[in-house]
């Protein structure tokens, strides 16, 4: 399926368009975009729909419409999630590295969410931040990301980042954008990746599946997408079972892009089944360092570094 991304007359909000292929004909319009938008319930979608949002080939149709192949799928306003409270929840364990009165460093364990998706939801590293530390509560980009400078994926280990009040929170967002905070990982990665090399390709969201995101070279296709720059340095590399460990830095990492930057060469993350890597109950990267100004701060060893994940050798 083809999906374009269009900036609406007049609004600096892109609008997302969706060609219906062959084997989608027939579902209905309200399904189809709670199963192509991830942020889009079904009932968020029936609203939509109902207020003139959503639009098939120009025309406004109900929400039971039978989608053809061919049809135009046009949501002009796409949504963002719903800011609310992140709920405090004292039950995670909050492993804290640094505490001073401006600012923490912990260390997020894979499988934990930075963040909280639905209102009230538990088990959150934002959810276990606020409780500990409830002068967070309101500080940073939003309700639901109490303090938190910079995010992990859910299956991504490692250092966090987090203010107790605005003005640290001001102050270390200009460091971060300034390129003035370093952030170091480490990767299991299938095959022997070359070392030292960067990867400076834009990433945008793909347009086939919007769970992920995939690099664009391409002009004309870094302006259709919004691309945004990027750049991943790998440091070193050593051989490990399976593949090789990888040290790399991104001072500015974007949603993904140290896992799609290392697919786009041919060596996706060990457990990272979405960019093409053998399965795991999570992949392989950990956030292992931090420098904020003089400061440097570091994990403890890192498991996965040095013990054989369990999984059959991938295929060459």
Not at 18 to 33: C, K, N, P
Not at 66 to 79: F, K, Y
Not at 81 to 103: C, G, I, K, N, Q
Request: proline residues 6%.
């Amino acid at each position: 399926m083809e999906e374009r991304a269009k900036i609406c007359e007049g609004s600096q909000v892109p609008a997302v368009e969706l060609e219906i292929e062959g084997e989608e004909a027939g579902e209905r319009l309200d399904v189809f975009l709670a199963r192509r938008v991830p942020e889009l319930s079904r009932a968020r979608a029936k609203v939509l729909i109902e207020t003139g949002e959503v639009r098939v080939d120009g025309r406004r149709v109900k929400k039971s419409y039978a989608l053809a192949a061919g049809d135009r799928v046009t949501l002009e306003t796409p949504p963002s999630l719903a800011d609310f409270h992140a709920a405090p929840d004292s039950s995670l364990a909050l492993e804290v590295l640094l505490e001073t009165d401006s600012y923490v460093v912990v260390d997020k364990q894979a499988g934990v969410p930075s963040h909280p998706l639905r209102e009230g939801e538990l088990g959150t590293l934002a959810g276990a931040l606020v409780a500990r530390y409830p002068e967070m509560r309101g500080v940073g980009y939003r309700k639901r990301e109490p303090g938190i400078l910079h995010r992990l994926d859910s299956g991504t280990s490692g250092l966090m980042l987090a203010a107790r009040n605005q003005q640290a929170f001001d102050q270390l967002r200009r460091m971060l954008r300034a390129g003035e905070i370093e952030k170091k990982y480490l990767a299991r990665c299938v095959g022997v990746v070359p070392a030292p090399m960067i990867i400076d390709t834009p990433i945008a969201t793909d347009p086939r599946d919007r769970r992920k995101v995939r690099v664009s070279t391409d002009p004309r296709e870094v302006k259709r997408l919004g691309a945004q720059s990027a750049r991943t340095e790998v440091l070193s590399s050593t051989q490990a079972e399976h593949g090789s460990l990888v040290e790399l830095r991104a001072n500015n990492a974007r949603r993904h892009q140290i896992r799609v930057h290392l697919a786009s060469i041919g060596h996706p993350l060990l457990g990272d089944s979405l960019y093409g890597g053998p399965p795991l109950d999570h992949h392989l990267l950990h956030a292992t360092s931090l420098r904020v100004g003089t400061l440097s701060i570091t994990t403890s060893i890192w498991n996965y570094a040095t013990s054989a994940p369990k999984i059959a050798a991938p295929k060459e």
